[in-house]
């Protein structure tokens, strides 16, 4: 069964990235991300479930069962890809400033410590 479903810019600029990067189609990029997401929410109960959807998601990434998911899943993934240990708020910083220079989580932490090795080195 195909269903239409509407992606912001933002999102559809992510997802185009993960497909480069995996090598992968978007459809398969989407298909994961879903998958990922069914699993997160497996421990949410009926209304658990429907505030996680319902609500805004500035609220709902508060919520600590979610937010502890998030945080292990993600902190695994960014110590692996980086082999740097980052806490939640340093990683979201990161995460930030790659938004706003359009460049990756990678691409900025490359640019800080070549920054740091060239200043350490002068």
Do not use: C
């Amino acid at each position: 069964m195909s269903r239409g479903v509407r992606f912001s810019v933002e999102m559809q600029t992510w997802i185009y990235q993960a497909h480069r990067v995996a090598d992968i189609s978007e459809s398969r990029v989407i298909l994961r991300m879903l998958q990922i997401a069914r699993e997160d929410l497996a421990a949410f109960d009926d209304i658990g479930l429907r505030t996680v959807l319902r609500e805004p998601w500035q609220n709902i990434r508060k919520l600590p069962a979610l937010s502890r998911r998030m945080q292990k899943r993600s902190h695994g993934r960014l110590s692996a890809i980086l082999a740097t240990r980052l806490t939640v708020a340093d990683k979201n910083a990161v995460k930030e400033l790659a938004k706003k220079r359009r460049t990756t989580m990678s691409s900025v932490h490359r640019q800080l410590l070549q920054g740091t090795i060239a200043k350490g080195s002068a």
